[in-house]
T-cell receptor, first 115, second 114 residues
Framework: EAGVAQSPRYKIIEKRQSVAFWCNPI?????LYWYQQILGQGPKLLIQ????????DSQLPKDRFSAERLKGVDSTLKIQPAKLEDSAVYLC?????????????FGPGTRLLVL | GDSVTQMEGPVTLSEEAFLTINCTYT??????LFWYVQYPGEGLQLLLK?????DKGSNKGFEATYRKETTSFHLEKGSVQVSDSAVYFC?????????????FGKGTKLSVKP
């Protein structure tokens, strides 16, 4: 079974530029999550989708971050404009609703550096 | 709100040593508890989990027991290998308190020397 795919793996941009990350979850997984992992910390949830609807985006900085999952499959996370403090690894995860959302499967992450 | 506290690293051990990484949590209700592992350059992988009090999760020689009385979920392994070198994250999932998303600790880096 293919895992969660993410691209790109690495991205370097200057502050005030925009950037987008892509995630393709495991086939059949209705729930998709985006996490931000700052160096030396555990991942923090940014947004959770159930199919193409948002379940929780309470920790998403909506003035600069946006995310969509238009067809209920793959998802895009965008930052515009980026700030230095956005440097982090952005992790995508997915889970199967039937498992009670308990087991989340993570992708390899996108490492973002903002200069 | 819900939170997870795990021992700070880095932890450096010799091969075949005994490993304990402490994890305690604060949560309302009855959360599920997890240990995730992150190998260098890779994403997070589920190592083990426990969904109710006194449950023991185990995988690849690692074990952790859900202790509600002490709100703990300590990770143990009897004999570590060099290949166990990674960052270990304790996490909880509490549907009531956090709408079903994982709350992670800060992670503990383990280095095993030959």
């Amino acid at each position: 079974e293919a895992g969660v795919a993410q691209s790109p793996r690495y991205k370097i941009i200057e502050k005030r530029q925009s950037v987008a990350f892509w995630c393709n979850p495991i086939s059949g997984h209705a729930t998709l999550y985006w996490y931000q992992q700052i160096l030396g910390q555990g991942p923090k949830l940014l947004i959770q989708f159930q199919n193409n609807g948002v379940v929780d985006d309470s920790q998403l900085p909506k003035d600069r971050f946006s995310a969509e999952r238009l067809k209920g499959v793959d998802s895009t996370l965008k930052i515009q404009p980026a700030k230095l403090e956005d440097s982090a690894v952005y992790l995508c995860a997915s889970s199967f609703v039937g498992q009670g959302q308990e087991t989340q499967y993570f992708g390899p992450g996108t490492r973002l550096l903002v200069l | 709100g819900d939170s997870v506290t795990q021992m700070e690293g880095p932890v450096t051990l010799s091969e075949e040593a005994f490993l304990t990484i402490n994890c305690t949590y604060t949560a309302t209700g009855y959360p599920s508890l997890f240990w995730y592992v992150q190998y260098p350059g890779e994403g997070l992988q589920l190592l083990l989990k426990a969904t109710k009090a006194d449950d023991k999760g185990s995988n690849k020689g690692f074990e952790a027991t859900y202790r509600k009385e002490t709100t703990s979920f300590h990770l143990e392994k009897g004999s570590v290998q060099v290949s166990d070198s990674a960052v270990y994250f304790c996490a909880l999932l509490n549907y009531g308190g956090s709408q079903g998303n994982l709350i992670f600790g800060k992670g503990t880096k383990l280095s095993v020397k030959p």
